[in-house]
């Protein structure tokens, strides 16, 4: 009797150890799932978090941001410096320095949610490599958009 | 009171009685979790888990933030289950400011958890199973939880830390690509379960390694504050979701998966019928999506009247408690977390007293311990 049962228990577990093979074996003939880059690149989703950015104003050119501090005062790794000043002739601030330490940003986007006139996005970046740590840890973000001053 | 480790004289130590160090960076304890063993040949005679390599100071940083700083922080607790965290803080926030959530949003919130928590137990299962010394369930889940990766990158723009929910609401509006996505993904989904549980759950060595192993008695899981599916598998019916309903969740029919065994087979078997629960919720709140706002006005700045608040939610690891105490201020004057992991761990030194070294690991995976979230 305790033979009988014995016996069973192990076919049965041979039984399964079959079943689980089979779907082993079926996943060799499956597509691979895995995109092999650089060769190939995986879309990057709508919202995709790269370092954050400074959008140009449509009209004029320059950076959007008028110096209020809104982002600067809200980020939670104060990683964010921006003074401003009123170009010449001009009636509002505009920056004149806006410097990302991206070593300390955690990506939470706290920042280009509080600003009141939209002037920060996040950058579609994310091949970031550098030599240096001083690359990341002083981005000045004005620096490729034409200055007022 | 606590037992004392035992202490040797040098004349005891030998090949057969030592101390074992496990971790703090082995693959097995799944963070950086550190746990010294007394080894008696392949037994383990006591068990003492060392933590707080990873400890943060989350509780003294978010009294030095403003309510909305914090945000980002919870979510980092618990790096698989982020965005529970997320919806705790939300809810603890929204409950204390007592701001209005448009149902949309609510939905919305439901949708985005469940999503989490499957991909949080798609991970346990394939981490889990790669303890007992399984590949191919690893790769398996991996490429079933990209997918919900992928779907949860769509709205909130992270892969692992999402943040994604705000006080009175969404930042950002679900569109139809996501809706469809997430239904095709459990429609899909639903058919490779079938896989899942060939795969393993009828494996004769599978059953030989987690049946009978670190039994959980009912009065030991009750005693230690065990919650979530270590809880459950130890025969008692209690989830948060249902309990004490948060966002919506008393509108949706779901059933609370219980094992009465408390081995690693049962809390096994709950967390693959979790799975299965968080498909119908998901199905249901798809179907019942309202349109309308995402966001309740609030605020700009966040400050809530002076007083307390208490917000447990369901984690895909068990009940988080926040608590907070407001002084009228920008800033939270006392926060608490009551962490699932951390009390879940403290039920390990017990269970793995005479056991083998293979199936104290076994235990110690059963619990999906999610290390930092113990740390904190
Ligand atoms: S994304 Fe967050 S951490 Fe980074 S700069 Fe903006 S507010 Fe600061
Ligand atoms: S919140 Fe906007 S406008 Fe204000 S300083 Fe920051 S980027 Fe400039």
Redesign the interface.
């Given at each position: 009797m305790m033979d009988c049962c014995h016996i069973r228990e192990v076919v049965?577990?041979?039984f399964?150890?079959l079943?689980?093979m089979?779907?082993?074996m079926?996943?060799m003939f499956v597509k691979p799932?895995t995109v092999q880059w650089p060769r190939e690149t995986a879309p990057l989703?709508?919202?995709?978090?790269g370092h954050i950015m400074m959008l140009p104003d449509e009209i004029t050119r320059y950076p959007k941001c008028i110096a209020c501090t809104a982002c600067a005062r809200?980020?939670?790794s104060q990683c964010i410096t921006v003074t401003g000043r009123k170009p010449a002739g001009a009636k509002k601030k505009l920056a004149d320095c806006f410097v990302l330490d991206f070593t300390k940003c955690?990506?939470?986007?706290?920042c280009v949610?509080?600003c009141p006139v939209g002037a920060l996005d996040?950058s579609r970046d994310y091949a970031l490599a550098a030599y240096s740590k001083d690359d990341f840890n002083r981005m000045n973000l004005l620096e490729d958009l034409v200055s007022p001053f | 009171m606590k037992e004392q480790a035992p202490t040797y004289t040098l004349e005891q130590i030998d090949e057969e009685n030592f101390a074992l160090n496990l971790g703090p960076q082995h693959p097995g304890t799944h963070g950086v979790l550190r746990v010294i063993l007394h080894m008696d040949g392949e037994y383990i005679l006591y068990a003492d888990p060392i933590l707080g390599y990873g400890h943060r100071m989350q509780e003294k940083v978010a009294e030095n933030m403003t309510y909305l700083q914090v945000l980002p922080y919870v979510c980092r607790m618990d790096y698989l289950g982020a965005l529970s965290y997320n919806l705790a803080w939300v809810c603890a926030v929204e409950k204390l400011c007592e701001f209005e959530v448009p149902d949309r949003a609510s939905v919305v919130r439901v949708i985005a958890t469940e999503l989490n928590r499957i991909s949080s137990h798609l991970l346990w299962w394939g981490a889990y199973l790669l303890d007992l010394g399984a590949f191919t369930p690893f790769l398996q889940a991996f490429t079933d939880r990209e997918l919900i990766l992928d779907l949860l990158e769509y709205i909130t723009g992270s892969r692992l830390t999402y943040c994604y929910f705000r006080f009175g609401g969404l930042p950002s509006d679900v569109d139809d690509v996501f809706l469809t996505g997430v239904r095709d993904f459990i429609e899909g989904f639903r058919g490779r379960l079938k896989n899942y549980h060939d795969l393993v759950t009828g494996n004769v060595i599978f059953y030989h390694r987690s049946a009978d192993v670190g039994v959980i008695l009912p009065f030991d899981a009750a005693g230690y504050g065990l919650s979530g599916p270590v809880l459950r598998g130890s025969g008692f019916a209690y989830d948060v979701r249902r309990h004490e309903p948060y966002s919506g969740y008393d509108r949706f029919d779901f059933e609370i998966p219980v094992e009465e065994t408390g081995d690693c087979m049962a809390r096994y078997n709950v967390r693959m019928a979790e799975i299965e629960q968080s498909m119908n919720i998901i199905e249901q709140a798809l179907n019942t999506i309202p349109d309308g706002p995402i966001r309740s006005k609030v605020p700009k700045i966040i400050k809530p009247p002076e007083g307390e608040v208490t917000m447990a939610v369901e984690t895909p690891r068990g009940e988080l408690v926040i608590y907070i105490v407001s002084d009228g201020t920008k800033k939270p004057y006392r926060v608490k977390y009551r962490v699932p992991s951390f009390s879940n761990l403290s039920i390990f030194a017990k269970l793995a007293r005479g056991q083998l070294l293979a199936d104290a690991l076994a235990v110690l995976g059963s619990f999906d311990l999610v290390i930092p979230e113990v740390d904190r």
């Open positions: 049965q577990g041979f399964s150890l079943v689980g089979r779907v082993t079926g996943n799932h989703p709508p919202g995709f978090r809200n980020c939670p955690s990506l939470c986007g706290i949610e509080s996040f | -």
